[in-house]
């Protein structure tokens, strides 16, 4: 809040004042994608080694003073952010990466990375007077809103498409949401939410249309650089659905950056999935985005209609980064390998990355001995239907010892070894 400069239009490139109070460029209406920036000089006299030695903060509100809201009641919120990130050890052996971390996204308080923008949006409608917020999600974005407005004592108002996964539609349930399962796929809950929210006026926690949002998703890769003792690793992948996550990350490193806390700023892998594919497809034949089907397990990056292009695209393309798209079976293969690994279970969209780190070292573009860190964004255990296809089912016996015996007889090589 303190130290935002302007607000300025992903299209059209118009600058508004800092204290401009709409999410959107007036000029392009919803399409104008609006990017916050900073004025990193004054940032610096409190943003600096000496404030980050000295905070107590863990949680991503460590990051509040590079953030765009006042943040007055943070101490009210759940505990977002803070995640750790994992040095693997039989990963990166597999994989053949010297130094391969896992940011495991799945430990915020209902379970993916979403929880960093909800959080956000949760003050934000909160010091604007705003009691109800409403956005359209394919699962994440819902079930984060709904519990971090319960938390606070604001109502929340659910688009999702009829798709979203049992645990995930469980969650927002639970956290009291008004939740409305739209008969069609993300592109449809999302139009719905659009004019649903212009009709009543709510808090909008559309990601790509609110600004604020990318600001608390960026808190990922600050923790990423500080976890890392300031320094950017070589490569960050991350999976992309409408693209706020990755136009997240690259904001966060580029703070950094700017702030002179670290020296560069990695490459952006964008992973899809390739029965949703838009970006990939897209960079490979050079040309514009088009529509995609949907159609793939990971269903928080099945979107077909990406809603912040823009940014993405810019993102992966001034990181230098590459963007990859990894099949179905490659994803479940991540989900396998990362938790027999290292004991992180993922849903298919959070291990996404994983695959697609995989498939990059394959390609020759990672190299054995560059840092590597694959953003693992949402918990296995809100997918529980996938988890259970790459995971395989228990051996049932009756509770006898001898019949225990004979089949440890015939399978004590699997077991021991
Ligand atoms: C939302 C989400 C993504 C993708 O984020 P976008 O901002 O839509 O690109 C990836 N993984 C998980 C688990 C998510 O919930
Ligand atoms: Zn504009």
């Not at 819902?142 to 659910?158: F, H, P, T």
């Not at 793939?296 to 993405?312: E, F």
């Amino acid at each position: 809040m303190r130290f935002i400069h302007s607000y300025e239009c992903t299209l059209c490139g118009a600058v508004y004042p800092a204290d401009s109070s709409f999410f959107t460029c007036p000029a392009c209406g919803e399409k104008g994608i609006l990017e916050i920036r900073y004025d990193y000089e004054r940032m610096k006299s409190i943003v600096n080694a000496d404030y980050f030695r000295a905070s107590k903060e863990f949680s991503m509100w460590r990051y509040l003073p590079l953030m765009s809201i006042r943040g007055t009641d943070i101490g009210e919120t759940l505990r977002v952010g803070w995640t750790p990130l994992y040095r693997t050890q039989r990963l990166g052996q597999t994989l053949q990466i010297d130094r391969l971390f896992v940011k495991d996204e799945g430990c915020n308080p209902t379970a993916s990375l979403k929880d960093r923008a909800s959080a956000v949006a949760c003050l934000h409608a909160r010091e604007m007077g705003r009691p109800i917020l409403a956005c359209a999600s394919t699962g994440n974005a819902a079930s984060s809103l709904a519990g971090n407005a319960a938390r606070l004592g604001l109502k929340s108002v659910i688009f999702v498409p009829k798709r979203a996964p049992l645990g995930k539609l469980t969650q927002m349930m639970l956290f009291g949401a008004t939740v409305i399962s739209v008969d069609g796929d993300y592109k449809d809950a999302f139009r719905l939410s659009r004019e649903a929210i212009a009709k009543y006026g709510w808090y909008n926690r559309n990601a790509a249309i609110n600004p604020h949002l990318v600001e608390g998703k960026k808190t990922v890769a600050l923790e990423i650089a500080e976890q890392l003792g300031f320094h950017a690793p070589d490569w960050v992948a991350v999976s992309v659905g409408d693209g706020c996550t990755v136009a997240g990350v690259y904001k966060g490193f580029y703070d950094f950056w700017k702030l002179g806390l670290i020296e560069k700023i990695p490459k952006i892998l964008g992973v899809q999935s390739s029965g949703c594919a838009p970006f990939v497809e897209a960079a490979a034949e050079r040309r514009g985005l088009r529509e995609a089907a949907e159609n793939t397990i990971a269903d928080s990056i099945s979107v077909g209609i990406p809603r912040n292009p823009v940014k993405v695209l810019r993102a992966v393309t001034a990181s230098k980064g590459a963007w990859i798209a990894v099949s179905d079976a490659d994803i479940l293969e991540a989900m396998r390998l990362l938790g027999r690994t290292e004991g992180i279970f993922g849903e298919p969209a959070g291990v996404a990355p994983v695959a697609g780190v995989q498939a990059a070292r394959i390609a020759g573009w990672i190299k054995k001995e560059e840092t590597v860190v694959a953003v693992m964004t949402g918990n296995g255990l809100k997918d529980p239907a996938n988890g259970q296809k790459a995971a395989g089912s228990p051996v049932v016996m009756k509770p006898d010892l001898a019949t225990f015996v004979h089949w440890m007889d015939q399978h004590d090589k699997e077991v021991c070894l």
